[in-house]
């Protein structure tokens, strides 16, 4: 939700680089009670934002003490990792960018399988580094919270079995999935070079002298070196590598497409000494070189080779070439064996044995020009590398990490399956990164109590609700530094401005004292946000953020002070929260804990929060993908009959927690307002007690405001833009 009121509106030129939407910047720190925080000090020209008259909000006016999120967390690896693109190469993480096609995974039945994904965001960061060592000499440089797939499920790099970092975290126990032992691709030297033509051009090519008599003729000597094939990228690597040695030819299609058969192209040479100067590049070498080897297998493998239904092979009739191509396998400790099935053409092929990890080995280490050959698309996820961790150590020292959003939630670091984290769009109208910046980069109006104060005083202020904590949270862990909630406190109560409060943190208790005073002034209205009661679900949804035992405890300490406090139970996540234990253990809880009222919100997924959501379901829920899909088809809201049956099965837990009366009977106090109820029904919106009420200037009644429809659109923006 961005609207006009909430840019910063500042006066003064920016004062740093790339930043330019910060203007009015004072300074940018970085203190130790805060690892990994940069806080941009900055001086506002406004502190109220208002909110556009045709919305369906209950209030008119905003504040956003804050800008990004300390509550989050990231994710991230050392920019040297390898990470496998949809061709079966790999590039740096440092290097990838936003569109790049990769691989990541999905579950299928039984077994997780490759799929192509994209980057969707890319960023970087610095954090303390980690090197994990797997058993078959696989290392990965990683920050404590990166999560890598283990056959026990995912696992952060570090954590430990109790207190705050209680986690799953990498032990020797475990052992990671997928091939392991990335190896970076070689330089195309001139020795790499010479091995790849003499393995495409003897494998597949025409390169002979033949004679035969032609009148005007004196002798009838043909020249020709031709090499034709279905796939351009060979041709085209191998006509540059000749161009490379002084060998030019000409490119021509050899034969149409028909209904059984692709194009071919090809390439050729005629006269005498071009033709001889292939046979020099194409001599067997007296000495064959590690690079001249590689080269080779990538030559012979492009031109006679095939990998399909888990089996790679190079085949041919020529003994020479399949001697050479055992002797290259064995250089480089491949396990191969020969295969004569007795063919009358005398076609033999060497078979490569290991499945998977060495056929990944066997393209990373030689690079072939025909891609198409070397893709995982739809492997299944099995493999026999000893992916064990050996050790888990603490490099010592800070370093530059990169970590990326794709569209399945994970990706091949090093040949074995990690987690990715997910990038917030929230911040890039401030031209900060998505990922990276909106965890780490937060913007503090620091004279905002000041002019608050200042637009208060305005003849022209007429007292409306304002609402605090429907963008970014007022109480999250920068307020613990900044401390300006107690000034806005005291600077609305004073003015006689209702307001109300949204927010996670429980940070709020501090300033209890002061808003029990507040509430002697103007009507104000508090709500908590809390949903999920399961701690590993919790931990892979709102990391960084405080456990909903905690906000529970944070409601009954407002009730015990006197205070309304009405609770969102939002978001319902269709298939994980719905089921009638977890809501009926959440509604007891809130009820006991002394909610003035509550709302029960099921998820909805909203441009940016979708896709994030999407991709952490196929990675940690793969199972409830086609019905999420089937729910939220083209549409941000749950379908109307989730919502129909979402509200019968809480109306009677509502009842039976005494949630849908209060002492004058009914399921409305003196007021009007709606003590609680399900998104979806025609009058609900904020819980009783979120809103302030009590006929103060300014305040619309809850039965005028446009946030009382379905389905509870208002309560769910802000809701979803902190949760996710």
């Known amino acids: ?27 940018s720190v970085q203190v130790p009670e805060f690892p990994g925080l940069t806080f941009h000090e900055v001086r506002s020209h406004s502190a109220l934002n208002r ?10 006016y905003t504040i956003n003490p804050y800008r990004g999120c300390s509550h989050s967390c990231v994710y991230c690896l050392a920019g040297d990792t390898l990470v496998l693109m949809a061709d079966g190469r790999q590039k740096p993480i440092s290097e990838l960018r936003v ?44 920050s404590g919270d990166h999560r890598f797939l283990t056959g026990r499920g995912w696992k952060h790099v570090t954590g430990s079995m109790a207190g705050r970092e209680r986690r799953p975290y990498l032990t020797t126990n475990d052992a990671l999935l997928g091939f392991g032992h990335a190896t970076s691709p070689i330089a195309a030297c001139q020795q790499y070079r010479r091995g790849y033509l003499t393995g495409m051009v003897r494998g597949d090519a025409n390169l002979k002298v033949y004679r035969y008599q032609r009148a005007g003729r004196a002798h009838g000597d043909v020249h020709r070196f031709r090499l034709a094939l279905a796939d351009v990228d060979g041709l085209t690597r191998t006509q540059a590598y000749l161009a490379m040695e002084g060998v030019a030819t000409d490119q021509f299609v050899f034969a149409a497409a028909t209904a059984n058969r692709r194009a071919m192209t090809a390439i050729r040479a005629s006269a005498a000494a071009t033709v001889a100067r292939v046979r020099e590049l194409v001599e067997w070498p007296s000495e064959a070189t590690g690079a001249w080897q590689r080269g080779f297998l990538a030559g012979i493998f492009d031109a006679e080779g095939s990998r399909s ?14 001697t050479r191509t055992q002797q290259a396998l064995a250089a480089f400790d491949f396990d191969a064996v020969l295969e004569d099935r007795g063919l009358e053409n005398r076609v033999r092929s060497i078979r490569l044995r290991g499945g998977l990890k060495e056929h990944m080995r066997f393209l990373q280490f030689t690079d072939p020009a025909i891609r198409r050959k070397c893709a995982v698309e739809g492997i299944a996820v099995k493999s026999d590398a000893d992916l064990r961790v050996v050790a888990v150590e603490a490099v010592g020292l800070e370093m530059p990490m990169y970590d990326i959003t794709t569209g399945t939630g994970d990706f091949i670091a090093n040949g074995v399956i990690s987690h990715n984290c997910f990038a917030r769009k929230t911040h890039e109208w401030l031209e900060f990164d998505s990922g990276r910046d909106f965890d780490t980069q937060v913007v503090v109006k620091t004279n905002l109590v000041e002019v608050l104060r200042r637009e208060l005083a305005r003849a022209s202020w007429t007292r409306e ?14 307020e613990g530094r900044y401390a300006l909630m107690p000034g806005v406190i005291r600077a609305l109560a004073g003015s006689g401005t209702p307001f109300s ?71 319902v996540l269709p298939g994980l929260t719905d089921d009638e234990d977890s809501l009926d253990a959440a509604l007891g809880a809130v009820a006991a804990a002394g909610a003035t009222g509550v709302t029960v919100i099921p998820l909805h997924l909203r441009p940016g929060a979708r896709e994030w959501f999407m991709a952490w379901l196929r990675t940690a829920h793969p199972g409830l993908v086609p019905r999420y899909e089937r729910m939220y088809a083209r549409r941000a809201y749950v379908s109307a009959e989730y919502r129909t049956w979402l509200a019968q099965r809480v109306a009677p837990l509502l009842a039976r927690h005494g949630l849908d009366r209060q002492s004058g009977g009914g399921a409305r106090s003196a007021d009007g307002t709606l003590v609680s109820g399900v998104p979806g029904d025609e009058e609900v919106g904020f819980p009783r007690g979120s809103l302030p009420t009590g006929g103060m200037p300014g305040v619309r009644p809850a039965s005028e405001s446009a946030a009382a429809t379905a389905p509870a659109a208002p309560p769910a923006a802000g809701e979803q833009l902190s949760l996710l």
């Open 1 to 27: 939700m961005r609207w006009e009121a909430q840019r910063l509106d500042l006066d003064e030129p920016t004062a740093l680089p790339g930043l330019s939407s910060i203007r009015g910047l004072l300074r």
């Open 51 to 60: 909110v556009p008259g045709d919305s369906a909000m209950p209030f008119p």
């Open 99 to 142: 569109g790049d096609r990769i691989v990541g995974t999905e579950r299928r039945g039984t077994y997780r399988h490759y799929v192509t994904t994209d980057v969707l965001a890319h960023w970087s960061t610095v954090k303390p580094a980690y090197r994990v060592s797997l058993a078959d000499g696989t290392e990965l440089t990683a």
């Open 309 to 322: 239904q888990g089996v790679l092979r190079i085949s041919n009739a020529d003994d020479e070439i399949l």
């Open 465 to 478: 609700h304002v609402a605090l904590g429907t963008n970014t949270d007022p109480y999250q862990r920068t």
């Open 501 to 571: 409060i949204l927010t996670k943190g429980t940070l709020l208790r501090r300033d209890i004292p002061l808003l029990v005073d507040a509430a002697r002034q103007v009507p104000l209205g508090l709500g908590v946000s809390m949903a999920i009661w399961d701690d590993d679900l919790h931990q892979a949804l709102e990391p960084g953020v405080p456990t909903p035992r905690a906000r529970l405890d944070l409601v009954r300490t407002l009730a015990d002070a006197g205070l309304p406090c009405g609770v969102f139970l939002a978001p």
